[in-house]
């Protein structure tokens, strides 16, 4: 048996191995949100908007059923 495949220096720690994975993908989430045209800026202008406007309905007691339609981003 090959002792240098089992020594424990040459071995690295799941969670390093697990945190460079996420750091690669999300080096490439960030250039590819980069490279989209979407106006993240206006889509979550929007979300804040509609999740207030819920928040505010419902503490003065309309029906929590009731939808709200989300206003899209203009492309």
Do not use: F, K, N
Request: hydrophobic content about 30%.
């Amino acid at each position: 048996m090959d002792d240098e495949r089992l020594d424990p220096v040459r071995i690295p720690h799941p969670l390093s191995v697990l945190d460079q994975i996420e750091q690669e993908h999300e080096a490439e989430e960030a250039a590819h949100l980069q490279a989209c045209d979407t106006p993240w800026g206006q889509v979550l202008a929007a979300y804040i908007d509609v999740l207030t406007e819920l928040i505010t309905s419902q503490s003065e007691g309309e029906e929590p059923g009731e939808e709200t339609e989300m206003p899209g981003p203009d492309r």
